[in-house]
Nanobody, 122 residues
Framework: QVQLVESGGGLVQAGGSLRLSCAAS????????MGWFRHAPGKEREFVAT????????YYADSVKGRFTISRDSGKNTVYLQMNSLKPEDTAVYYC???????????????WGQGTQVTISS
């Protein structure tokens, strides 16, 4: 079992930045791939970014490449999502996820956090 707790959401103007954090705990937290999904009103839930347990393999959705950066601090079992050049279309609830590997995590997360709201004003 892995428990995930997100923080760092909020309201920011377009062009601004936010950093989300997710602390993982549980027996397999240190060896799990982690990542982020988001769910905007009226849209399907979508993959944003994932990172391997070692921190050296990352995947990004095309819509966030070059603007978002995922990283992790293995000593703290924490994953971060640095979001720059934010757009109104980035508005969504962002969920921290965890699973067996960073590739599979893009489609089928095993564990989900409770979500944190990110709102970008135009």
């Amino acid at each position: 079992q892995v428990q995930l707790v997100e923080s760092g959401g909020g309201l920011v103007q377009a062009g601004g930045s936010l950093r989300l954090s997710c602390a993982a705990s549980g027996r397999t937290a240190s060896t799990s791939a982690m990542g982020w999904f988001r769910h905007a009103p009226g849209k399907e839930r979508e993959f944003v970014a994932t990172i391997s347990w070692s921190g050296n393999i990352m995947y990004y959705a095309d819509s966030v490449k070059g603007r978002f950066t995922i990283s992790r601090d293995s000593g703290k079992n924490t994953v971060y999502l640095q979001m720059n050049s934010l757009k109104p279309e980035d508005t969504a609830v962002y969920y921290c996820v965890a699973g067996q590997n960073s590739a599979a995590l893009r489609a089928t997360p095993t564990y989900w956090g409770q979500g944190t709201q990110v709102t970008i004003s135009s």
